[in-house]
């Protein structure tokens, strides 16, 4: 498993994916990730979109392997109103990129 792990781990910084990301919303249409994906980047945030298997697109700001600094990056979302939540990519919800 461990190099499966590892195997994963390469293949997700060839595409630049971060382990953890610090979830803004989800949204089944695209007009509702556009309000927060420039609600985001007006508060200085970098953002990252991902498309989950389930048809949504998921509002992030950009991810990081540490899980600490993403738990930082929510307490910055909440102070703009929103209520965040963390997607671990290794749960290999969203589409390949």
Same mark, same amino acid.
């Given at each position: 498993? +461990?190099?499966? /792990? @590892?195997?994963? #781990? &390469? ?6 994916? %971060?382990?953890?990301?610090? =979830?803004?919303? +989800?949204?089944? /249409? @695209?007009?509702? #990730? &556009? ?6 980047? %007006?508060?200085?945030?970098? =953002? ?50």
């Amino acid at each position: 498993i +461990a190099a499966e /792990e @590892a195997a994963a #781990a &390469a293949a997700g910084e060839a595409a630049g994916v %971060k382990r953890y990301y610090a =979830v803004a919303g +989800a949204f089944k /249409e @695209a007009s509702g #990730a &556009a309000v927060y994906i420039e609600k985001l980047q %007006k508060n200085g945030f970098k =953002v990252r979109t991902f498309d989950f298997k389930s048809g949504l697109k998921v509002v992030c700001v950009d991810g990081n392997d540490s899980l600490e600094v993403v738990r930082r990056d929510l307490t910055a979302l909440r102070t703009i109103g929103l209520d965040p939540w963390i997607y671990n990519t290794n749960q290999k919800l969203h589409k390949e990129i």
